[in-house]
């Protein structure tokens, strides 16, 4: 079971948008920024939002995020039969102690 | 850019020591610009962080395997290491080494709460 909850998975078709959920608490999401992941299987995992809702260089703007209370989205636009993966949300956790993950949402673009 | 290999056996027995090693290019394990992580993803279940080192010496790890982690670097080599002790079919997953921080065009961040680059991750199994 993991401490931030997101839905197993999602669908939408190319060209859509689809949004993927992620929430925690007060000593997780409610008390610290919040980081997305893409990864697709045999790879390295990659940096997709950092500080709720900022992107690293290279990573196109169909990738966002937000937060709002303990829940945090990521949303991905113009969704591309490349963008079939495992995404995962993250953040510290000051009750645990620890950094802290969902269990990851498999997206499929039908 | 900073690239993360992982190495190390893909099978140990129950009771004994899982040992991994990190290599780490595009930064010094030394510098102070990233964190140095092991995070691991049991199948079917979510990612779970290990614990971390700073070039300060400062190693923080996971409380649920506290007693049984450590994390170490070797700065000649440009690498990190995890040990995890009494291992059991539990402890089966993909380990991932992961550089913790972010850095943007004007300043790097230590935050907690990112990890910037990731190793491809190795396989171990725990099984007699």
């Known amino acids: 079971q993991s401490v931030l909850t997101q839905p197993p998975s999602v669908s939408a078709a190319p060209g859509q948008k689809v949004t993927i959920s992620c929430s925690g608490s007060?000593?997780?999401?409610?008390?610290?920024?919040v980081s997305w992941y893409q990864h697709l299987p045999g790879t390295a995992p990659q940096l997709l939002i950092y500080d709720d809702n900022k992107r690293p260089s290279g990573i196109p703007d169909r990738f966002s995020g937000s937060k709002s209370g303990t829940s945090a989205t990521l949303g991905i636009s113009g969704l591309q039969t490349g963008d079939e993966a495992d995404y995962y949300c993250?953040?510290?956790?000051?009750?645990?102690?620890?950094?802290?993950f969902g269990g990851g949402t498999r997206l499929t673009v039908l | 850019q900073v690239q993360l290999q992982e190495s190390g056996p893909g099978l140990v027995k129950p009771s004994e020591t899982l040992s991994l090693s990190c290599s780490v290019s595009?930064?010094?394990?030394?510098?102070?610009?990233?964190?140095w992580n092991w995070i691991r993803h049991p199948a079917g279940r979510g990612l779970e962080w290990i614990g971390r080192?700073?070039?300060?010496?400062?190693?923080d790890y996971n409380p649920s395997l506290k007693g049984r982690v450590s994390i170490a670097v070797d700065t000649s080599k440009n690498q990190f290491s995890l040990k995890l002790t009494s291992v059991t079919a539990a402890d089966t997953a993909m380990y991932f080494c992961?550089?913790?921080?972010?850095?943007?065009?004007?300043?790097?961040?230590?935050?907690?709460?990112?990890?910037?680059?990731w190793g491809q991750g190795t396989k171990v199994t725990v099984s007699s």
């Open positions: 992961a550089a913790g921080g972010y850095c943007d065009d004007t300043s790097c961040s230590l935050d907690e709460d990112t990890f910037s680059f």
């Open positions: 595009g930064d010094s394990v030394n510098s102070d610009t990233y964190y």
């Open positions: 993250g953040t510290w956790d000051s009750s645990l102690s620890s950094a802290v």
């Open positions: 007060n000593s997780n999401i409610g008390n610290d920024y």
């Open positions: 080192i700073y070039s300060t010496g400062r190693i």
